[in-house]
């Protein structure tokens, strides 16, 4: 119905012309019949058709070298056994196929209530009548096999007509209704799709789609099929992405991932799980997890690779430089420290022999006094009195006694002592 012949301007000679036209039929159904008698037919017109039995109507949807191509496509050979074309359909010939299509929704109705009646698993979708009110084709689906010799009898002697049964998909069952998509053209499984592939959700997760049976079903209830057009190239696109198992480590956080675009390589990061997202480049993704896996923990998302090793190489320069001066200063005040104690203990040594020099200059006599004079030893206590430990702390006052003492002198307690045990 909707097929481009591009080659009709093509001036292509007559006498090459293919001599197989493509007819359609109701519910987007296609066959090939061979034009024998030459016939000047146009995209559009209606034709009589050898069928079997009988003959059947059908519309000239394509013609030329293109129904060549599209036999190649369904992989049908020009030797086979294909039927011919009768005549353009005349007024006659449209009214008879009007009079059978009218009986479709009466005859649908009828076989549904006798489906019922059987028990049988099955939804019939669609019948159609053929052009000389012969024979009717019933179209339906069914999940498992379905045993309808009876239900062949039972039609075959209520409306007088020789029956087919033809059961179909889900996918051929919404290409024979029809209907528009949501891109807003009709659909693909009714105009042009022929054959169809096997859908399945990882299609969607390759493109970034979120997995919402409303929006990814089409309306025959499984998948979109326009999920596998562009699924090559996403495929192709999606190798140079990183993947991101966990999330990078930055000084600001943990970033994870929420979001990618391929075709455009931009991947965003959430930073401790807030709401707000920042997007970088997959260059940019691929540094920071190559740094991230070699133990370094980058300062920013934005930052370039080149100038985050420039800030890492200097920073770590200045700590090293920090510490050296650091250290330097310590040990110059340590050293000067000590050689200043030591040129204080060298002069305190000095003086004092330069004064005992002088006293013994002035009295030659004090030397040998002081070497006869005995040297004072610690003062005799009372073995009475027991010894304390912090008796020789704290300071002590102008008497040589402790300060903020609450017992007595010694002398004192002594005599408290002895007087105690004379009593």
Request: glycine share 6%; proline share 4%; with cysteine.
């Amino acid at each position: 119905m909707n097929s481009f012949d591009w080659l009709t301007h093509m001036g292509i000679p007559q006498v090459d012309n293919f001599d197989i036209v493509e007819i359609k039929f109701k519910g987007g159904r296609k066959e090939y019949y061979r034009n024998i008698d030459y016939l000047e037919l146009n995209t559009g017109d209606p034709v009589v058709v050898a069928s079997n039995p009988g003959h059947h109507i059908g519309y000239v949807s394509l013609q030329g070298e293109l129904v060549r191509l599209q036999m190649q496509k369904r992989k049908i050979r020009d030797d086979d056994d294909i039927l011919k074309v009768y005549r353009k359909a005349s007024e006659n010939d449209l009214e008879r196929w009007a009079e059978a299509k009218n009986r479709e929704i009466p005859t649908l109705y009828r076989t549904r209530q006798i489906i019922l009646e059987l028990g049988l698993k099955m939804k019939l979708s669609d019948i159609e009548y053929q052009a000389d009110n012969s024979k009717a084709t019933f179209y339906y689906s069914a999940d498992e096999r379905v045993d309808f010799r009876e239900l062949i009898k039972v039609l075959a002697g209520e409306f007088r007509i020789r029956v087919e049964m033809k059961q179909i998909s889900l996918r051929q069952e919404a290409g024979r209704l029809g209907g528009i998509g949501v891109c807003g053209r009709e659909l693909c499984c009714s105009t042009w799709l022929v054959d169809f592939k096997n859908v399945s959700t990882s299609a969607a997760r390759y493109q970034n789609l979120s997995l919402n049976p409303s929006k990814l079903s089409g309306q025959c209830g499984r998948l979109k099929c326009c999920l596998n057009y562009e699924l090559d190239t996403y495929l192709d696109a999606i190798k140079d992405i990183p993947k991101v198992e966990k999330p990078l480590q930055t000084e600001q956080g943990p970033a994870k991932l929420q979001k990618t675009d391929i075709f455009r390589r931009l991947m965003w990061f959430s930073l401790n799980n807030e709401s707000e997202w920042q997007n970088i480049s997959c260059d940019r993704v691929s540094e920071i997890l190559e740094l991230n896996s070699k133990g370094v923990t980058v300062f920013n998302l934005q930052v370039n690779t080149a100038d985050e090793i420039e800030n890492l190489a200097a920073k770590s320069t200045l700590e090293l430089v920090e510490l050296d001066k650091k250290f330097a200063k310590k040990k110059k005040g340590n050293r000067g420290s000590r050689n200043k104690r030591n040129r204080g203990r060298n002069r305190n040594e000095q003086q004092a022999q330069n004064r005992n020099q002088q006293k013994s200059q002035e009295n030659p006599n004090s030397q040998s006094r002081n070497k006869r004079r005995k040297p004072k030893g610690p003062r005799p206590q009372n073995p009475n009195v027991e010894a304390k430990g912090n008796s020789s702390q704290g300071p002590k006052d102008q008497g040589g006694n402790k300060k903020n003492r609450k017992f007595p002198p010694r002398k004192n307690r002594d005599s408290n002592n002895n007087s105690s045990k004379n009593e």
